[in-house]
Structures are given as structure tokens and as C-alpha cells.
Nanobody
Framework: QGQLVESGGGLVQPGGSLRLSCAASGFIFKANVMRWYRQAPGKERELVATISIRGDSTTYADSVKGRFTISRDNTKNTVYLQMNSLKPEDTAVYYC??????????WGQGTQVTVSS
């Protein structure tokens, strides 16, 4: 069974930056497309960013395009989300996941990001 541990969240002022990390174990990380999602209070979970197996292809939700950057290190079994120019509407719990784990219903504990002055 795979395991995902997200970290790096916190409280930041509007316009600030954070870098999230997601450490993976229990599955072949380098063989999986990785995704970051977020869930704001009272809202459904939404897909934020996707990165290909080798990291050479990325896609983003329109709401974060140009501000967020997803990357991965297959030697460390870790995926990252660099978030710049943060806005209050980016406030959410952020999760990483793979397609397979998501379909089994598995989600990590997530990491809280709060953007507020």
C-alpha cells in the first residue's frame, strides 16, 4: 500500500511564496504520474497541477497557471509544488496523489496553506 506525506504548508501573506513537498513510499514512484490537489472549506477537491513520469510535461489549473510550478525528484521519491504570488483564494488543504491511489480512496493527511494578512 502506498503512502504519501505532504509538508511545507503554513500561514503566508498575500503575494508570498511557499514550497510544498510530498514524500512517497510503498509504490514505484518513478512509474507514476503525480498530481497536486487542493480542497478549500466547503468546496470540492480540485486538481491543481500534474507532472509526467519523467517530469518533462506539466499541466496546471487556470487559476494557478503562471504562479505555481510542479516538479519532481525521482531519486528522492518526492514531488514539489512551488507556489508564488499567493492569493487568499489559494487557501486550502493541499494533497498529492496518483491516479491509482486516488481510485482506491487513499489520501494523505494533506498540508494546510493559509493566505491572509
Amino acid at each position: 500500500q502506498g503512502q504519501l506525506v505532504e509538508s511545507g504548508g503554513g500561514l503566508v501573506q498575500p503575494g508570498g511564496s511557499l514550497r510544498l513537498s510530498c514524500a512517497a513510499s510503498g509504490f514505484i514512484f518513478k512509474a507514476n504520474v503525480m498530481r497536486w490537489y487542493r480542497q478549500a472549506p466547503g468546496k470540492e477537491r480540485e486538481l491543481v497541477a500534474t507532472i509526467s513520469i519523467r517530469g518533462d510535461s506539466t499541466t496546471y489549473a487556470d487559476s494557478v497557471k503562471g504562479r505555481f510550478t510542479i516538479s519532481r525528484d525521482n531519486t528522492k521519491n518526492t514531488v514539489y509544488l512551488q507556489m508564488n504570488s499567493l492569493k487568499p483564494e489559494d487557501t486550502a488543504v493541499y494533497y498529492c496523489n496518483t491516479n491509482y491511489l486516488a481510485t482506491t480512496g487513499y489520501w494523505g493527511q494533506g498540508t494546510q496553506v493559509t493566505v491572509s494578512s
